[in-house]
């Protein structure tokens, strides 16, 4: 497993996926690679080889790979921050999807919608408790 690999791991992991969980670890794996085809073209094709590699990226090799692709000569920093770039949007990706069963990381307040009483009263501790009336510009 290489650095990109274990970092994406950790927040799926953080945010409440169970990594002895094989299909929640496919689901991760699936979503993360869904995600790699929305990057930008350069993005996307830096962080899809350091991705998909098995070892701890060797960035002067990569970077020559790339420069043979691209038109324009790839530095090893530029190199570096696209896939700084890329491995931050997956992260993000991560995050907002939900994990751990149904309600994802267990927190039901935050994905369930604020309960309504017959007389059309929110219950939520925000709400001022009196009705509100349809069309009504607050």
């Known amino acids: 497993m290489n650095s990109i690999q274990r970092r994406l791991f950790r927040v799926f992991a953080e945010v409440g996926g169970d990594l002895t969980e ?3 670890v496919d ?6 690679e869904g995600n ?5 073209p350069k993005v996307r094709e830096a962080t899809e080889l350091l991705w998909r590699s098995k070892d701890s990226p ?3 090799q990569l970077t020559a790979e790339l420069s043979r692709r691209d038109p324009i000569a790839v530095t090893a920093a530029t190199l570096r921050q696209r896939v700084s770039r890329g491995v ?3 992260e993000n990706a991560v995050r907002r999807r939900p994990w751990g069963g149904l309600l994802g990381n267990g927190s039901a307040e935050r994905t369930a919608p604020a309960a309504r009483t017959a007389a059309g009263v929110s219950s939520h501790p925000a709400g001022s408790g009196a009705p509100r009336r349809r069309g009504a510009n607050t």
């Open 22 to 24: 094989d299909t929640e």
């Open 27 to 32: 689901r991760f794996i699936r979503c993360v």
């Open 36 to 40: 790699l085809l929305l990057l930008p």
């Open 58 to 60: 060797d960035y002067a």
């Open 88 to 90: 931050r949007l997956l």
